[in-house]
């Protein structure tokens, strides 16, 4: 029997060269249930791999010793065995020798997620989401034709798509003795889902209109990917899984940034790489902030690091490897809610932090130059919005973008999806961070054509021109499958949403966010609206007794783009969920500020 996925072949096709480059060039394209004989196994490379663990300073390995109980599962056991072990789990549930139940518990729940594999124990035991990584937000058909194939077993409701508000996809339902086979088919496609959970550093967030916008200063496509190599390619073997960045104090997230426009949201993430020219040289570069995040503990909004650099990707990759080094080896090991950059910049004074990045960035010998903060542009600028048709750089080229419910897409609409990219842009498929797709480089001639399929019409969930209210409603996972969270926040974004689109008028794009607990995956503090799931209590009318009630704080006034501000206090606390209740108060919201009219 042959192994899956290691035959040194081509590579199959993507729609453009910077689409799915991501990948791991070692492995070839195999279709999903092919033949029952085939099995799965790890790469042997994986095994020749060094552990995470052995690139920590032995000062920082003394504090990982005596540190929180993440730390001590890592030592007892390196991060990086899960490049090994997932594939010897999966043979044995298959094979009858054992069953999920009896994984190891710290395996299971914790080092798993070093594969991209959250065990949902809560709400699906024996299932898990599968984050992947998508750099900059592009795919192509064949690949969302193959996540929709992956799932499918799962049933409609269980075996689902979301669209993350970090660009990326996440596979709902999967089984551990069938993730070899996803593993496999994603490496062959150009995508991983190795390092993208727990302590690692998450999907490269880019520009969605890379190459095809006329207000672009960077195009972000070959900086995303080269940042993706750096934390997830081993070098030495070329596969994915890179030890050297597998044992972080914390996660850490990316974006690079490719217009005024900020679509990739940089105030919110652990490195924001802001284009902006030089103002001696005119050399196109980024102004570098970093420490914005959100937890249950802190949001914090990312902070001047005093540091440009020009925007070529020896520049971009070298200053980022430094700061990752340094977050590896001297962040918090103890307290994780003090884990993040911010603290560890906090901690040393911004201009001693740009002193040790500095010296780092030299010590590479790589010919790296970065200067003092530039000034950014200024002059009247309106951020752009993404749904809708509107035209490219390129002549007799328009972009379309489709809005997707909650970033919540069936098997059926992933197909859909797949075939309007192959009909109309060259199979290529974009997403953003609102959780919505783009189709790029559609025929000026075709967009018509494009509009009046049936995917996009009648009872379709996926439309061009939504309302104000509904298409900029962003919600996280929710109760259905994660366990943090205290409200379902997709359904009842998606049906509020739309009762509200039916209520009021408002005269411009109005943002919803949706969160389901404090550690705010749905961003609820970027918002125009922010709902977040949280206690509350309402008079039952028999007993006059307050009772505990599914409920919501509301945060308003949070705004993004060059003008970036994240509202950290709520408006209101304690509303009640339920439509009677929420539905007013968001109205009057509406009303007093944000000029909305009843209908």
Known sequence: MKRAAVQ????????????????????AASPLNTATSTIYEADPVQATKPSGTSFLPEETVERAKAGNKFEKVKLAKDPTSAFVDVYEYARKIREGEMTWEEVEGADLDTRLKFVGMLHRNKRTPGQFMLRLKVPNGIINADQLRFFADSVEKYGEEGGVLD??????????GVKLEDAPEIFDG?????????????????????????????????????????????VSLDPVTETRGNPQWANLPRKFNIAVSGSRDDYAHTHINDIGLQPCPHAETGEMGFNVVLGGYMSIKRVAESIDSKMWIPADRNSVVTLSEAILRIFRDESERKDR???????????YGVDEFKAAIVKEVESYDRGVKICDTQPAPTGAFERRELLGVHPQKQEGKSRVGIHVPTGRLSQKECRAIAHLAETYSDGEIRLTVEQNVILPNV??????????????NGDSRLKVNPGNIVGNTVSCTGAQFCGLALVETKANADRISRKLDEMITVDRPLRIHWTGCPNSCGQVQVADIGIMG??????????????????????????????????????KKGIPLADEELIPELIEIIKNEFGGVEK
């Open 186 to 230: 994603l490496h062959s496609r150009n995508l991983t889902s190795f390092q993208s959970g727990l302590d690692s550093v998450r999907n490269m967030v880019g520009n969605p209109l890379a190459g095809i916008d006329d207000q672009e200063l960077v195009d972000t496509r070959e900086l995303c990917n080269a940042l993706n190599d750096l």
């Open 8 to 27: 040194l072949l081509a590579l199959s096709s993507t729609t453009s060269a910077f689409v799915g480059t991501g990948g791991n060039s070692r492995f």
């Open 534 to 571: 949280a206690p509350a209590r309402k008079e039952d009318p028999e007993t006059g007794k307050k009772l505990a009630v599914p409920g919501c704080n509301i945060f308003v006034g949070g705004r993004i783009g060059e003008d970036a501000h994240l509202a950290l206090d709520p408006y």
């Open 163 to 172: 669209i993350s508000t970090r660009q990326n996809i996440q596979l709902r």
């Open 337 to 347: 809610q003090k884990a993040r950059l911010m603290w560890l910049v906090e901690k």
């Open 443 to 456: 025929d000026n001639d075709k967009v018509d054509a494009l509009l009046a399929e049936p995917q996009l």
